[in-house]
């Protein structure tokens, strides 16, 4: 804050013959008083002596900026797409400039409050200082290149930490991409994922009404059978061992961020009957790796759709004709929203 301005009288300029002083001067004779004449007995037409007093700014006024304060300069808001980390995903793009500039013109703002609260005597008066997290604002998903739109996606469910999923899968074998134990090729599942810490949990079930449950945390895995839903509480998990350490990132669908992120030759796709933006590409071998003992890893193709606001919300993952047969078909819900998955606690010791 600035205090109020007060006029400064220059000294005179310096003569350039030194003053000459005398010395011991006589003591100056003192005035006599002059006679005070009362207000009836002043003449009508001499006007009252002028008076000149000094008039502070009026309440509420501010001083103006000091000069020697430069106003920052705009910072320029970045690139609204993803970028790269060293983790393979991306962070966000954030928009800083506006928040800077708004702090500077707050700052006088909050001096002021402080200011005007300081007499409050009151034991609990206190200054207090409220922040926020604005919502992090994206381009609109029209505008993004298929490029930019599956990092978005892969980055959303990374950010998010979680999201659920449901919907069909066939595969003939299991494998770090349908870990497990063996139920049938047909299955409809539903789980969830939690994207920080590599874990998932499914229920898959046969048309026969038998059940699997299925837990991972990294590249540990726990399933158990029952012949129905309601009775898989009662199983017991088995650990299961034979895929342990050949997938060290994770199993089953808590892979999806890494394999729309892994994806090649990206291209739209149209839009489906909800006016979803919809995208095609190619998910290379190494990336989707073994699906079926003793077969070599092939492509996949992935079909992702991206709701208005750019959030995945179904994903199918198909091999191609010469490689091992695999389909998934899941819809994707409650990114971002908090999930518990229980480990085990009554599996036996892993061989």
Known sequence: TRSPSTATVAPPPRSATPPVYAPNPAPALTPEPAR????????ADEPPPETVQATPDPPGTLPPAPDHVPFPDPVPVPDPAPHRTARGGRTRAVAVGVAAVVASAAGLGLLGMLAAGAGDDRPDAQARVTTSTEPTTTTAIADLSPQEAFEQAADRLV?????????????????HVRPGLWLAVDLTV???????????????VDGD???AETVSQGPVVWGRLAA??????????LPITEESGRQPDGKGVALL???LDATVDRRDAGTDARGNRVLRA???????GEVVDGRSAADADVVLTLDPAGDPVRVEVTSVPSGPPLRLTLDLARIGEPVEIDLPTDAPPRS
């Open 36 to 43: 005070h004449t009362p207000p009836e007995e002043a003449p």
């Open 159 to 175: 950010a998010g930490g979680s999201f659920a999923y449901a919907g069909t899968t066939s595969a003939i074998d299991v494998s």
């Open 228 to 237: 129905s839903r309601d009775e898989l509480p009662e199983a017991a998990y």
């Open 257 to 259: 961020p890494a394999w």
């Open 190 to 204: 539903e789980g969830e994922v939690a994207t920080a810490a590599g874990g998932a949990h499914e229920i898959a």
């Open 282 to 288: 190619v998910l290379p071998a190494r990336v989707l």
């Open 209 to 211: 009404g038998r059940a």
